[in-house]
C-alpha cells in the first residue's frame, strides 16, 4: 500500500538573520510526521521564484510569512490529501500546477519548497532509510560527498558593503576527505583573522554566513590576504586550497558600469574581466559566482571565453537554479557552472533538472545555502544526493552553517560514500601568488 499525505501543518519561525520564514510538517498514512524548514536570501536574482511575503509593516517590518503559511494549511493541505507521497515528480507538479502562476507567486515558493521537502523527509523516516538516500531514489544521480566552499570574508550585501565583491571562499580541491577539508577551512578561517589583526584592519562585525568583515581598502586585498592565510595555515595555495569569489556584481552595477565605491572607481564589462584575468594569473582562484550583473549577456559569454578554460564561472543570479535559463547559458556558452539554490526554484524536482542539465553538459554545480539560513540539515543530504561534488554553506561559525557541516561529518563516517577531492578542479599553477603587501 502506497504512502499518502494525510495532513500538513505549517508554522512562522525565524531564520539565522532573525527574520520569519516557513517550517512545514507532512503527516502521512502510515502516522510518520517530519517538518523541513525553508532559508532565505540577501542577495537575489531577479528572476528567482517569488519568496511570498506578508508585506504588514506593523509585522517584522513587513517581512512575516502568514499568507505563506496559510496558503501550506488550506489550499495546499486540501489540494495534496491523499496525494502519493512516494511520487515526488507528480507530487511536484501538482505543487506548480496548485500555483499556476510562472514565479510561484500566488501561493508562494517558500510554501510550496517547505511541502516538498517535508513530503520527502517524511517518506524517508517511514521507508527507514537516510534522507540523502531518499533523495538519491528522487534524483537519479550517483550520490557523493562534496567539497566544501567555504566563506572566509565578505562584502556586498552580506558585509555592509565594506567593500562590493560579496565572499571570499576557500576551496579545499587537493585534500582526502570530508574532514580534513573542514579542518582545514576552520585553521584558513582562523589564520585571515590573525593577518587582518595584524595589519590593523578594523573588523566590521561577523558577516551573514559566519566569515569575517573586514574594513580592507580594497576587493583585491582580500585575495591577498586569504592567500596568505591559506599559506599561514600550513597549506599550499592552488594545490591544497584554492580561491573562489562570489562577486555578486549585480549589486553594483548600474548606467552599464560596475562600480567599485570602496575603491573610488567605476568599470566597464570588458575592465571587470580584465581585472579578474589578472587576479587570476595572481592568486589561486578557481571559481568565480555571478562575475557580471546578471542581465549582461554579451559580457558573461566574453567572461566564460577568456576565463572557462582555467576557473569555474558560475551563475547564481545570472541562472537562478532555473532549468530554461541554464539550457540557454548551455547553448549560448554563457557559463560553465550553476549555483543550485532550492528555494530560488521552490521544489526538490526542478532542483536536480538543474543538477541533471549541468551534468550532462559537461559543467559543474554547487549546491548551495542562502545567507539566512536555519539549522535544518537537509541541505547537506540533498548535496550527497545530487553527486554534485560541492557545497557552498558559510563559514565554519554560526550553528546554521555547522549544523550541515556535522551532520556531513557523520555521513563521511557512517555511509561510505565516495569522496571528488583532488579530482574536483585542476591545481592552479602558480609562479608569484599575491601582490604586494598592504
Known sequence: MSLRILGLRAMEI????????????????????????????????????????????????????????????????????????????DLDRRLIELDGTPGKSRLGANAILGVSCAVARATAISKGIPLWQRLGEISGLRPCLPVPMVNIMSGGHHAGFN?????????????????????????ILYATKEILAERGLRMTGVADEGG????????????????RAIERAGYRPGEQVAIAIDAAASHYHRDGAYHLQSEKRSVSTPELIALYESWSRRFPIVSLEDGLDQDDEAGWRELTARLGGKMQVVGDDFLTTNPARVRESIGFKTANAVLVKMNQIGTLTETFEVVRLAAAAGWRAVISARSGETEDSFL??????????????GATARSERLAKYNH?????????????????LPPVPLGLVGGDPL
Request: net charge negative; with cysteine; aromatic share 4%.
Open 163 to 187: 567593500i562590493e565583491l560579496q565572499d571570499f571562499l576557500a576551496l579545499p580541491v587537493g585534500l582526502s576527505s570530508f574532514g580534513q577539508s573542514l579542518r582545514a577551512v576552520r585553521e
Open 14 to 89: 525565524l531564520d539565522s538573520r532573525g527574520n520569519p520564514t516557513v517550517e512545514v510538517e507532512c503527516t502521512l498514512s502510515d502516522g510518520t510526521s517530519a517538518r523541513a524548514q525553508v532559508p532565505s536570501g540577501a542577495s537575489t536574482g531577479r528572476r528567482e521564484a517569488l519568496e511570498l511575503r506578508d508585506a504588514d509593516p506593523l509585522r517584522f517590518g513587513g517581512k512575516g510569512v502568514l499568507r505563506a503559511i496559510s496558503n501550506v494549511e488550506t489550499e495546499l493541505a486540501q489540494g495534496l490529501r491523499g496525494a502519493d507521497a512516494e511520487d515526488q515528480t
Open 212 to 227: 569575517w568583515g573586514p574594513d580592507l581598502p580594497s576587493n583585491e586585498s582580500a585575495l591577498e590576504v586569504l592567500t
Open 380 to 393: 547537506a543530504d540533498l548535496a550527497v544526493a545530487s553527486g554534485a561534488g560541492q557545497i557552498k554553506v
Open 408 to 424: 556531513l561529518l557523520w555521513l563521511e563516517r557512517d555511509c561510505g560514500l565516495a569522496w571528488p577531492g583532488g579530482g574536483l
